[in-house]
């Protein structure tokens, strides 16, 4: 009942004559007065409300879903695009990561490289020190092989023949610089470049490398300059390579103080220099100790996709 009623009160308004019957000029102006539910005319808007109105009506409420739908379709594109940055700022930490850990594994090789080479250079000096200082010790003896070394027959050198070689002390470095020149030094961190540059550019190294190059030049120079300027001069025939040279002329250059003296300042430069590459040792041991940690750190650490835990 409550149902017709309604469709009564309805048929009633839309009957404006109360003839019992709606005309056609009736339903027409019915559905113009329902029209206006639909939205207000664009004629009647303001020039604000006509820019953003899309039909020839303006309604609030479809405004409302309009701008609901657009600041949704905003805010998906607006966090797609940042989750996508994110990820890509992701991706290229994750590869710094692995820049740096492939660096730290080069580095930890070639710094036992460098141990070795530094160890095989202490054990050298050593015995370099050991024969020559025999030989200064007994420069005044009546030993007639004195400036002979004897190893077995027809196997012999000469300790004055050899005392111009030099071999400077350049441990490798190859991927040290390969990491300065492609940028990726940066990678490594505070204290891990600290030590890794002490063991490559530190001071240590930096005077070791003077004093078996420049330093031994000095000494080898003088007494290449001696053999020059004097021995020349003195003695019939220079021939190093001769053992009879050696035996004929012993006291001629037991009694050259002047090579005697170089070698005796030799030998001090030769201790200096083995001091030094055995505190270089401890520097390269410290930086392999502190590579390995973090190293072991690294490889400790679970990956998944571009993060790590």
């Known amino acids: 009942m409550a149902k017709k009623s309604k469709k009564k009160e309805k048929f009633d308004r839309i009957d404006a004559n ?18 206006d539910s639909r939205g207000i005319e664009k004629e009647k808007l303001n020039w604000f409300l006509r820019i953003i109105t899309l039909g020839d009506r303006f309604s609030w409420q479809d405004f409302y879903d309009r701008l609901k739908k657009g600041l949704v379709e905003f805010l998906v594109v607006f966090f797609g695009v940042l989750l996508s940055f994110g990820v890509e700022q992701k991706g290229d930490d994750f590869e710094d990561r692995e820049w740096n850990i492939e660096n ?4 930890k ?17 050593e015995y370099i020190i050991e024969v020559y200082q025999e ?40 991927v040290y610089d390969a990491i ?9 961190g505070t204290e891990i470049g600290q030590s890794v540059y002490t063991t490559y550019d530190g001071e240590e190294l930096k005077y070791l490398k003077i004093n078996t190059d420049k330093e031994e030049e000095v000494f080898t120079k003088k007494f290449n300059d001696r053999v020059d300027s004097k021995w020349v001069f003195d003695l019939d025939k220079i021939d190093f390579d001769s053992p009879q040279f050696w035996i004929k002329n012993k006291e001629y250059i037991q009694n050259d103080q002047y090579v005697k003296y170089n070698l005796f300042k030799r030998i001090e430069l030769w201790q200096q220099i083995l001091e030094q590459m055995k505190s270089y040792m401890n520097v390269v041991d410290s930086s392999i100790n502190i ?19």
């Open 18 to 35: 109360k003839d019992g019957y709606i005309s056609e000029e009736e339903f027409m102006d019915a559905s113009e007065e329902g029209s």
């Open 104 to 107: 730290l594994h080069n580095l």
């Open 109 to 125: 090789a070639e710094m036992d490289s460098i141990k070795i080479y530094t160890n095989e250079k202490i054990l050298q000096t």
């Open 135 to 174: 030989l200064y010790d007994n420069w005044e003896s009546d030993e007639k092989y004195l400036f002979i070394w004897i190893y077995g027959k027809d196997d012999y050198d000469f300790p004055l023949k050899m005392y111009t070689n030099r071999d400077p002390f350049n441990p490798p470095r190859v």
């Open 180 to 188: 300065k020149l492609d940028g990726t030094f940066r990678f490594l």
């Open 291 to 309: 590579v390995q940690k973090e190293i072991d750190i690294k490889d400790s650490e679970i990956t998944i996709v571009y993060w790590v835990f």
